[in-house]
């Protein structure tokens, strides 16, 4: 596994990764810059801040055992001044299915590439509904198996059981599909609050090259959204039978529209009627 890692590591220190990784720092920095509370974390990927952009007081990096030292082995292999963002200082030392925090005690959880990396992705999404306070939110990024990204990659496999050719996506865990995820999501009472693609340049290798297709985003985004090389996503933790309060303006106003005891004052005895509609009788 920490095999995978550093090549996973080399993979994003590549053109075509640096450009993916720019993309989906972009997105993460405009999903939790609004979103308030006072606990966030993030799961894996240290090559992405996702939470800078996030003003809770206390934030953490989380990452398994074997992201560990894959990430300790590329640092010492890997070339610094190519690393596509700067890397983060890990807080916590902790597993996707198996995180060390109480029943809803977080506020938001991000999640950059982390479900392709776990050994259990469905696993990983049930510990961080645990986890997660009622309307807490988690971001969730990940590569899309339906893009031309997906396709070079399924051409390579398939080339690769012939004996030759290389693979263009890194070679680790299970590619899970947006349909895919969203419908987790849903079994595990979540709220997909919106959702995005991006991404849309040719697999080329070169930097040369993706640049000479960067008219393609804005084409692909209009046109052909659900073939991004990437998906993003933002889902809100739902919790059935919860009850909002009120303002308490409106309770105001229901007590001052209730029924009233107004006196009659031909008979002297009391009747009832709406507070805002009293009429004088004659006497």
Same mark, same amino acid.
């Given at each position: 596994?920490?095999?995978?890692?550093?090549?996973?590591? @080399?993979?994003?220190?590549?053109?075509?990764?640096?450009?993916?990784?720019?993309?989906?720092?972009?997105?993460?920095?405009?999903?939790?810059?609004?979103?308030?509370?006072? @606990?966030?974390?993030?799961?894996?990927?240290? +090559?992405?801040?996702?939470?800078?952009?996030?003003?809770?007081?206390?934030?953490?990096?989380?990452?398994?055992?074997?992201?560990?030292?894959?990430?300790?082995?590329?640092?010492?292999?890997?070339?610094?001044?190519?690393?596509?963002?700067?890397?983060?200082?890990?807080?916590?030392?902790?597993?996707?299915?198996?995180?060390?925090?109480?029943?809803?005690?977080?506020?938001?959880?991000?999640?950059? @590439?982390?479900?392709?990396?776990?050994?259990?992705?469905?696993?990983?999404?049930?510990?961080?509904?645990?986890?997660?306070?009622?309307?807490?939110?988690?971001?969730?990024?990940?590569?899309?198996?339906?893009?031309?990204?997906?396709?070079?990659?399924?051409?390579? #496999? +398939?080339?690769? #059981?012939?004996?030759?050719?290389?693979?263009?996506?890194?070679?680790?865990?299970?590619?899970?599909?947006?349909?895919?995820? #969203?419908?987790?999501?849903?079994?595990?009472?979540?709220?997909?609050?919106?959702?995005?693609?991006?991404?849309?340049?040719?697999?080329?290798?070169?930097?040369?090259?993706?640049?000479?297709?960067?008219?393609?985003?804005? +084409?692909?985004?209009?046109?052909?959204?659900?073939?991004?090389?990437?998906?993003?996503?933002?889902?809100?933790?739902?919790?059935?039978?919860?009850?909002?309060?009120?303002?308490?303006?409106?309770?105001?106003?229901?007590?001052?529209?209730?029924?009233?005891?107004?006196?009659?004052?031909?008979?002297?005895?009391?009747?009832?009627? @709406?507070?805002?509609?009293?009429?004088?009788?004659?006497?």
């Amino acid at each position: 596994m920490s095999d995978q890692i550093i090549g996973l590591h @080399h993979w994003f220190d590549s053109p075509p990764g640096r450009y993916l990784l720019a993309w989906e720092q972009a997105r993460f920095d405009e999903a939790v810059a609004d979103v308030f509370g006072y @606990h966030s974390l993030q799961l894996g990927m240290p +090559l992405l801040d996702g939470l800078r952009a996030n003003r809770m007081p206390h934030q953490w990096l989380a990452l398994g055992q074997e992201a560990v030292w894959g990430s300790i082995a590329y640092a010492q292999v890997g070339d610094e001044a190519q690393a596509p963002l700067r890397r983060h200082t890990v807080d916590l030392l902790a597993e996707p299915v198996a995180l060390p925090f109480a029943e809803a005690s977080l506020d938001l959880i991000v999640l950059p @590439h982390t479900l392709e990396l776990s050994i259990d992705p469905h696993a990983a999404l049930r510990e961080v509904e645990r986890v997660l306070v009622p309307e807490g939110r988690v971001v969730i990024s990940g590569l899309n198996p339906t893009s031309l990204w997906g396709l070079r990659q399924r051409r390579a #496999r +398939l080339y690769q #059981r012939l004996g030759r050719g290389t693979l263009y996506l890194p070679d680790v865990g299970e590619f899970i599909g947006y349909r895919r995820l #969203r419908d987790w999501l849903r079994l595990l009472s979540f709220e997909v609050e919106s959702a995005r693609f991006g991404c849309y340049r040719p697999a080329v290798r070169s930097a040369q090259w993706l640049e000479r297709f960067g008219w393609m985003d804005p +084409l692909g985004e209009r046109w052909w959204p659900i073939l991004g090389a990437a998906y993003f996503l933002v889902a809100v933790k739902r919790v059935h039978g919860m009850r909002l309060l009120e303002p308490t303006w409106r309770s105001n106003r229901q007590r001052s529209a209730a029924t009233v005891p107004v006196a009659n004052r031909a008979g002297g005895r009391a009747r009832t009627a @709406h507070a805002p509609s009293v009429q004088r009788e004659q006497a």
